[in-house]
């Protein structure tokens, strides 16, 4: 092993990625657990449906069951799960720009992360489902990587920037924005006709003349992502993300005051300030021993996230579309939803096998061999070289 000025030198010249040993377990959690609700509404909301049926208020629920978690889902988890998504994104920038800082070629570095991600979130995007969030998010980060490089006020200021701009657009969406209602019921008539019985090849066709109907969905939140994204780099700078006290402080008033928010009808803010009590609650129990061994099944999916989310594009375009198993339409909410409970508990299973004989997830090795620019080890358990 080398010794401490030696490898400091060493990672000046050749900076690595994060040691697999020195990740925080609780962030990972979060992830792991903010990935199901991410899933759960994905599965719901777009894979079994067309995502633009919810614009055109049709209600096709048989069951109170179904109505039930219809409720659940869109009152407890729909927009806050992306939410702590997007916080994460932001405490995940912080964290390599914080640990790049010995390299000459940080700025550099991540640019090119986010660069790749672009790489994958297109071809997500318009290869597997249009559904796709890496592309918004890689966007959003070379936005955010500048403010990276400034003090905390910079940041706090750019943050209740974005994210008062996004309130505003919500409050008064610009005129043009979406497309006729006219337009989205034709799409829909033609999703649950080729979504449900076309074969690949026209199912991608399909795909991407949705793409100009998809775009201002993501552009009516972008302003959100990338306050989100600074305010998890600010979390994570002013140690907020690493104080256990701190985070259960927060956890308690930030869900009774975005919950109260839902209840007036204030749902922008509300849900942002549901999601950071969320993140709170959770990180907080997360960060003690006992909660580590209640929660701790959660860390090798959040290690595998990346992976472990377009894995899930794959299966469900499988079930739900004509190449597959055809049931787009047909399931009700009850039921697409233990089909995704069955997908995530065999994904918690497969993360936890997968991460004992290799160092990171398939999609996350690739990423930082890219990133890096030479091919990463993955076999085998990193030694932490301080």
Same mark, same amino acid.
Not at 59 to 77: F, G, M, N, Q, Y
């Given at each position: 092993?080398?010794?401490?000025?030696?490898?400091?030198?060493?990672?000046?010249?050749?900076?690595?990625?994060?040691?697999?040993?020195?990740?925080?377990? /609780?962030?990972?959690?979060?992830?792991?657990?903010?990935?199901?609700?991410?899933?759960?509404?994905?599965?719901?909301?777009?894979?079994?449906?067309?995502?633009?049926?919810?614009?055109?208020?049709?209600?096709?629920?048989?069951?109170?069951?179904?109505?039930?978690?219809?409720?659940?889902?869109?009152?407890?988890?729909?927009?806050?799960?992306?939410?702590?998504?997007?916080?994460?994104?932001?405490?995940?920038?912080?964290?390599?720009?914080?640990?790049?800082?010995?390299?000459?070629?940080?700025?550099?570095?991540?640019?090119?992360?986010?660069?790749?991600?672009?790489?994958?979130?297109?071809?997500?995007?318009?290869?597997?489902?249009?559904?796709?969030?890496?592309?918004?998010?890689?966007?959003?980060?070379?936005?955010?990587?500048?403010?990276?490089?400034?003090?905390?006020?910079?940041?706090?200021? /750019?943050?209740?920037?974005?994210?008062?701009?996004?309130?505003?657009?919500?409050?008064?969406?610009?005129?043009?924005?979406?497309?006729?209602?006219?337009?989205?019921?034709?799409?829909?008539?033609?999703?649950?006709?080729?979504?449900?019985?076309?074969?690949?090849?026209?199912?991608?066709?399909? =795909?991407?003349?949705?793409?100009?109907?998809?775009?201002?969905?993501?552009?009516?939140?972008?302003?959100?992502?990338?306050?989100?994204?600074?305010?998890?780099?600010?979390?994570?700078?002013?140690?907020?993300?690493?104080?256990?006290?701190?985070?259960?402080?927060?956890?308690?008033?930030?869900? /009774?005051?975005?919950?109260?928010?839902?209840?007036?009808?204030?749902?922008?803010?509300?849900?942002?300030?549901?999601?950071?009590?969320?993140?709170?609650?959770?990180?907080?129990? /997360?960060?003690?021993?006992?909660?580590?061994?209640?929660?701790?099944?959660?860390?090798?999916?959040?290690?595998?996230?990346?992976?472990?989310?377009?894995?899930?594009?794959?299966?469900?375009?499988?079930?739900?579309?004509?190449?597959?198993?055809?049931?787009?339409?047909?399931?009700?909410?009850?039921?697409?939803?233990?089909?995704?409970?069955?997908?995530?508990?065999?994904?918690?299973?497969?993360?936890?096998?997968?991460?004992?004989?290799?160092?990171?997830?398939?999609?996350?090795?690739?990423? =930082?061999?890219?990133?890096?620019?030479?091919?990463?080890?993955?076999?085998?358990?990193?030694?932490?070289?301080?």
């Amino acid at each position: 092993m080398t010794s401490n000025s030696a490898a400091s030198s060493d990672s000046s010249a050749s900076p690595r990625p994060t040691n697999p040993l020195d990740r925080i377990d /609780a962030i990972d959690v979060l992830r792991g657990i903010a990935l199901f609700g991410v899933m759960a509404i994905n599965l719901v909301m777009e894979f079994r449906v067309s995502i633009f049926e919810q614009f055109l208020g049709r209600k096709t629920l048989a069951s109170p069951i179904d109505r039930a978690i219809e409720t659940i889902l869109t009152e407890a988890v729909e927009l806050k799960a992306f939410a702590l998504f997007s916080l994460l994104f932001g405490v995940g920038l912080a964290i390599q720009f914080d640990r790049l800082a010995a390299s000459g070629r940080r700025t550099a570095l991540l640019a090119r992360r986010l660069a790749v991600l672009l790489g994958f979130g297109v071809i997500h995007l318009c290869l597997i489902w249009n559904g796709d969030i890496l592309t918004e998010y890689a966007l959003a980060g070379f936005i955010v990587l500048p403010f990276l490089f400034g003090p905390h006020w910079l940041l706090t200021l /750019a943050a209740l920037v974005s994210l008062a701009l996004y309130l505003a657009i919500q409050a008064s969406p610009p005129e043009g924005l979406f497309p006729s209602r006219t337009v989205i019921w034709r799409d829909v008539m033609d999703a649950n006709r080729i979504y449900a019985t076309s074969g690949f090849l026209d199912v991608l066709a399909f =795909r991407l003349r949705e793409l100009h109907l998809v775009a201002p969905l993501h552009a009516f939140v972008f302003a959100r992502t990338i306050g989100l994204f600074l305010l998890g780099a600010l979390a994570w700078r002013s140690g907020v993300v690493q104080n256990a006290p701190a985070l259960c402080a927060i956890a308690l008033p930030a869900i /009774a005051l975005g919950a109260a928010l839902l209840y007036e009808d204030i749902e922008p803010l509300g849900t942002i300030v549901l999601a950071v009590g969320y993140g709170a609650a959770i990180l907080g129990i /997360a960060s003690f021993e006992r909660g580590k061994r209640l929660l701790g099944w959660a860390a090798p999916l959040g290690r595998m996230a990346f992976t472990n989310y377009v894995a899930q594009s794959v299966i469900f375009g499988w079930i739900f579309y004509g190449y597959g198993l055809g049931l787009f339409g047909r399931l009700g909410i009850t039921q697409a939803l233990a089909i995704g409970i069955a997908v995530y508990i065999g994904q918690v299973l497969s993360s936890a096998w997968w991460l004992r004989r290799y160092r990171y997830g398939p999609l996350e090795w690739l990423w =930082r061999s890219l990133m890096y620019g030479r091919r990463e080890p993955i076999v085998g358990v990193q030694v932490t070289v301080r």
